[in-house]
């Protein structure tokens, strides 16, 4: 079965700082693996997704992802975060047509 | 064009009263999907359609029921519904099931509580 883990539930950071965002996956087969955000009561909007091809994946708003199968990781990072970059977010991946999401870990970018 | 239009936002509901949550989208998409959200448990999936008259049970499915007449429209419905089902829900919606890298929309979500 595939499944999704976010190890940190919140990652607290000072503005114009980078971070990194964990996500680790388990899977048996060949992997499809997304990042969402959520703001604040709104839902959720893709930011990058891995299918294949380069291991280093760009997505919106300035963050990225290196996709690193040897060690069932997807993390996500981003130079220097803005005040605007907190948020939740969610790892996920896909399997059969369906999404498997994290627990999701809540980004607290502080001035 | 919207997107996925989810209604109503906010919701409270009495234990043992049924209701249904809309979802609509207007992008032709064959899949659509039913999500709840809690804390610190991610969003885990309660029904899903892969296509008109064709819907199927996801991971969390007991209390819910759902139908998809036309390819629009997605509604959820609470059978009698009880304080587990306070949530947060979302509807999600893609082009087709063939493809897994298809990127997946969002609804705004649905605040439900039951007391």
């Known amino acids: 079965a595939q499944s999704v883990t976010q190890l940190d539930s919140q990652v607290p950071v000072f503005e114009e700082a980078p971070v990194e965002l964990r996500c680790n996956y388990s899977?048996?087969?060949?992997?499809?693996l997304f990042w969402y955000v959520q703001y604040p009561n709104q839902g959720l909007q893709l930011l990058l997704k891995?299918?294949?091809?380069?291991?280093l994946v760009k997505g919106i708003n300035g963050f990225e992802a290196e996709f690193n199968k040897s060690q069932t990781s997807f993390h996500l990072r981003k130079p220097s975060v803005h005040i605007s970059d907190t948020a939740e977010y969610f790892c996920?991946?896909?399997?059969?047509?369906?999404?498997?999401f994290g627990s999701g870990t809540r980004l607290l970018v502080r001035p | 064009n919207a997107g996925v239009t989810q209604t109503p936002k906010f919701q409270v509901l009495k234990t043992g009263q049924s209701m249904t949550l809309q979802c609509a989208q207007d992008?032709?998409?064959?899949?659509m999907s039913w999500y709840r959200q809690d804390p610190g448990m991610g969003l885990r999936l309660i029904h899903y359609?892969?296509?008109?008259?064709?819907?199927d049970q996801g991971e969390v499915p007991n209390g819910y029921n759902v139908s998809r007449s036309t390819t629009e429209d997605f509604p959820l419905r609470l059978l009698s519904a009880a304080p587990s089902q306070t949530s947060v829900y979302f509807c999600?919606?893609?082009?087709?099931?063939?493809?897994?890298?298809?990127?997946?929309?969002f609804g705004e979500g649905s605040w439900l509580t039951v007391v």
């Open positions: 992008m032709n998409h064959e899949y």
């Open positions: 891995y299918l294949s091809g380069s291991t």
């Open positions: 899977s048996s087969v060949s992997v499809y």
């Open positions: 996920a991946v896909s399997h059969s047509y369906k999404l498997i």
């Open positions: 359609s892969v296509g008109a008259g064709i819907t």
């Open positions: 999600a919606s893609s082009y087709s099931r063939q493809d897994p890298g298809n990127t997946i929309y």
